[in-house]
């Protein structure tokens, strides 16, 4: 897109933040941060936006969201919390977490956050924990899409979700316990980018409002394509707002009671806006490919690993020469441990930059401390010499997270 990273991120910038931070470090644009909220605003007017939290939950990014009118999609207790703290108010927040324990169940209810819950033991658990409740449902309608299996949460391998079928016990369940059943919700998956596929998902779950009396809110989930890849194009974000927008005004039309919509647009929000800004410190070539080693790998960025994920690199100088079939590789004891392959890149010289791109959603967020590595900095760009440290570097006592490891005398 336009406002991509190489208009926030120039060369020169990026060698300064490299010398005054170091390196490995995770830079996001609040330009851009905003830019994908306004986009989501005016696809959608009449829905509530919830931003999943699990992309990316830095608290000075969740307070940007928050200020754009956005409200937060959670899976976990903890998640709740930082967003209460973050200043979202419990209305607009939604819970979502998977194969949820009593615990969980307690601290959300607790939160005062609406729960969705997708098997019918949590439904009866909840119950029995929380007579007259309210408490909305997740549904499985096997429509799911994806750019890798483990992120498709719909269709009939998922662990999300009751079935269609489900939902006569779920009530039966809910009438047991005096639960209302208020919300009804799905997500099929993420990196969404054909509208017909969203639409194949969505149509269906209206379907179903009409079995439920107590219905207040429908929420649909799944998560909007952001192109990682030369080849791909943008989602068209415009086309499918307009579709969702006309179904659910039909869906309300003659309704005493209006439900309200909530989407759940996944990545979108953050992806565009972060990068993973690494060093070059080791150079090798063998028979046929050139390995460029980094100070960062899987543990700081997961995804390339996890899900055979593609990102877009960029080196710092660009160098002349011919290009080499090079492989971006980490620190990390693991073959494993590829941030990028089979790219064509000139041989570059150690202590290079290697910016990889659309980095801002599940990079930090799934971050470890694997090897006893640290993990990286993050830092936001808000402008014109506005530049802000947001987390701070890892040491060696915040990974290991003891005071006591001197022998006792």
Not at 217 to 244: H, K, N
């Amino acid at each position: 897109m336009a406002d991509g990273w190489h208009s926030w991120l120039a060369p020169g910038r990026a060698r300064r933040l490299a010398e005054r931070v170091g390196t490995p470090l995770y830079a996001y644009s609040g330009p851009v941060l905003r830019n994908r909220c306004r986009a989501l605003t005016r696809a959608f007017p009449d829905a509530g936006l919830r931003y999943a939290m699990k992309a990316n939950a830095n608290p000075t990014l969740l307070r940007v969201v928050r200020s754009m009118g956005l409200g937060v999609d959670t899976v976990s207790p903890w998640e709740v919390q930082l967003a209460l703290e973050c200043g979202h108010r419990k209305n607009d927040i939604v819970y979502s977490g998977s194969n949820p324990s009593d615990d969980d169940l307690r601290a959300v209810h607790r939160a005062g956050v609406l729960l969705n819950l997708d098997s019918i033991s949590a439904l009866r658990r909840y119950g029995r924990m929380f007579p007259g409740s309210r408490v909305s449902v997740r549904l499985n309608l096997e429509v799911g899409g994806g750019h890798h299996p483990h992120v498709i949460t719909a269709g009939p391998d998922s662990k999300f979700g009751l079935a269609a079928e489900d939902l006569p016990e779920a009530r039966a369940v809910a009438a047991r316990f005096g639960l209302r059943i208020v919300g009804l919700h799905q997500h099929i998956g993420s990196g969404i980018f054909d509208p017909a596929l969203f639409l194949e998902a969505f149509d269906p779950l209206l379907a179903l409002t009409s079995v439920l009396p107590d219905l207040e809110t429908v929420d649909a989930g799944g998560g909007f394509g952001v192109p990682y890849r030369p080849d791909e194009s943008p989602l068209d974000l415009a086309a499918l707002g307009a579709a969702v927008t006309d179904r659910f005004a039909a869906l309300n039309k003659g309704r005493k009671k209006p439900l309200r919509l909530l989407l759940e647009p996944g990545r979108y929000v953050v992806a565009e806006a972060g990068v993973l800004l690494t060093t070059v410190t080791t150079l090798k070539r063998t028979r046929d490919r050139l390995f460029i080693g980094v100070d960062s790998g899987m543990h700081h960025l997961i995804r390339p690993a996890l899900y055979q994920s593609y990102h877009p690199v960029a080196m710092i100088p660009e160098r002349d020469g011919a290009p080499l079939r090079s492989f971006i590789v980490g620190p990390i004891c693991e073959s494993g441990d590829v941030l990028a392959e089979e790219r064509m890149l000139p041989m570059p010289d150690e202590g290079d930059l290697v910016v990889i791109g659309n980095a801002g959603a599940y990079g930090f967020a799934m971050a470890s401390h694997y090897n006893l590595r640290a993990r990286p900095a993050e830092v936001l760009f808000d402008g014109p010499g506005k530049v802000s440290l947001i987390r701070a570097r890892e040491g060696y006592r915040d990974v290991i997270r003891r005071r006591d490891l001197r022998p006792k005398r």
